[in-house]
């Protein structure tokens, strides 16, 4: 198989490898290279240079600020912000929630919510998993009651992705206790700081903050914030969670830490020689590029199927499958790459202004930066998304017919 770009495709790698480069502010590249979750501030930022080239979000049809452009461009440009080292973005927003509005919304939805996500001036939470409903989500417990103009929502939300900086939550609600689970389920748009919203924070194994519980009691909110028809929401959530599957393949990110792992690996010494001149270790290395490479290909695959074909449930977790296992593998040979620097914990900057001043302990160089908290953090990505183990029983019925 030919990886080569034609030229056309060639130039336009070019041309945003160059602009990106120019465009993003150093510090926040410095800070986008060590691996953290980016801060508020610098996703905020990074977006409106983004979104004053009309860039925000370039898989999204042109007439809702996205581009025309193939899905091998769309890709090649998400592969260049991630190796300049660009702040992740809200996915939330931009991959879950925004194909939802401008496909079910309405025009007043669209018009509110699409512009203000593309500046990111409003950022989103997805508040689908409740503690007794993950996999099971159809069981969602969580209450909305009409109230004439308004729905009363009671309930808890947990594990939510950036509730602690979120302005917006998406959410499935119950709004039919009779019917089957599934028909019963909308899907609203809730005011993070609406009267009875409150946020606890869950603290991960890397002591990072990133996921949260979210109570709802009485929350009262505008029915003009019901997406589509009401008892409809469990279609449009099965559209939303296709592409978060396929966006959990997280190739891009992989390609990224990739390059970073051989780096390391030209760097530390063992046995008196660069890692990476190590044959057995090269090895390994070519074994991860070609996995990767392969995934790659299944993604553009995905990427130009129509979002009616038949094949692409199961292909979509084929992707997630393997897109998370290759990240937490990568993530620990960068820590084994590292030696004893892989044991240096730098300070979480969660919440940090500045993380500069921070210095690791024990001391160690700048490439090993977040690689501990990393490799710990993604014991997730096997989680999220839908577990893997529901995946391969997507892949087990729809593939093999079991
Ligand atoms: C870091 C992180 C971020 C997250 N962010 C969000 C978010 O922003 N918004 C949100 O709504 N949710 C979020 N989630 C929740 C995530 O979607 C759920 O954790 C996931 O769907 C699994 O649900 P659960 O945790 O309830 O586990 P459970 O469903 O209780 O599963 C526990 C274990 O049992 C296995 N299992 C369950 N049922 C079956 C079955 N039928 N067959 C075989 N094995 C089974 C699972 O695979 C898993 O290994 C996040 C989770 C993590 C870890």
Redesign the pocket.
């Known amino acids: 198989m030919n990886f080569d770009l034609d030229p056309a495709d060639a130039a336009f790698q070019a041309e945003m490898r160059a602009f990106i480069r120019q465009a993003l502010p150093a510090d926040i590249a410095r800070r986008g290279r060590q691996g953290f979750h980016a801060t508020h501030d610098d996703v905020q930022a990074w977006m409106r240079i983004l979104n004053a080239r009309g860039l925000a979000a370039v898989h999204w049809p042109r007439q809702h600020g996205g581009t025309d452009w193939s899905p091998l461009r769309r890709h090649l440009f998400q592969v260049e912000l991630r190796a300049a080292g660009t702040p992740v973005p809200d996915q ?1 927003a931009l991959e879950l929630v925004g194909p939802v509005i401008y496909t079910f919304g309405d025009e007043v939805q669209k018009a509110r919510y699409l512009p203000a996500i593309l500046n990111a001036d409003t950022f989103w ?5 409740e503690p007794n ?5 159809a069981s969602l417990k969580t209450r909305a009651v009409r109230d004439g103009d308004h729905y009363v929502v009671n309930g808890q ?6 509730a602690h900086k979120a302005d917006m939550m998406f959410a499935l609600v119950r709004t039919d206790g009779e019917a089957r689970p599934q028909a019963g389920i909308s899907f609203l748009l809730i005011d993070m700081k609406s009267p009875g919203v409150s946020v606890r924070p869950i603290y ?1 194994i890397n002591e990072g903050l ?2 949260n519980e979210v109570f709802l009691d009485n929350v009262r909110v505008p029915a003009e914030n019901l997406v589509g028809e009401e008892n409809r929401g469990w279609g449009y959530a099965k559209f939303l969670l296709t592409n978060e599957r396929t966006m959990s393949a997280e190739t891009p990110h992989t390609a990224f830490d990739l390059e970073q792992v051989k780096q390391i690996a030209a760097v530390e010494r063992r046995g008196g020689r660069p890692l990476i001149e190590d044959p057995l270790f090269a090895a390994r290395l070519a074994r991860f590029e070609i996995e990767l490479r392969a995934l790659e290909a299944a993604v553009l695959r995905v990427l130009h199927m129509g979002e009616n074909d038949p094949a692409l449930n199961a292909t979509a977790s084929v992707l997630k499958l393997r897109g998370s296992e290759l990240r937490q593998r990568i993530a620990d040979l960068a820590v084994e790459a590292l030696g004893d620097h892989g044991l240096a914990v730098f300070p979480d900057v969660e919440g940090q202004d500045n993380m500069d001043v921070l210095a690791p302990v024990p001391p160690a160089p700048d490439y090993a930066a977040g690689w501990l908290s990393r490799a710990m ?1 993604r014991r ?1 990505t096997t ?8 995946q391969r ?1 997507i892949i087990a019925k729809s593939v093999l017919g079991l």
Do not use: H, M, R
């Not at 939300?157 to 950036?162: G, P």
């Not at 989680?383 to 529901?390: D, L, T, V, W």
């Open positions: 939330a939470c997805q508040g689908f998993s409903s993950g996999s099971d989500l939300k947990t594990w939510t992705s950036e991960t990133s996921v953090f997730a989680i999220y998304g839908g577990a893997n183990e529901i029983t």
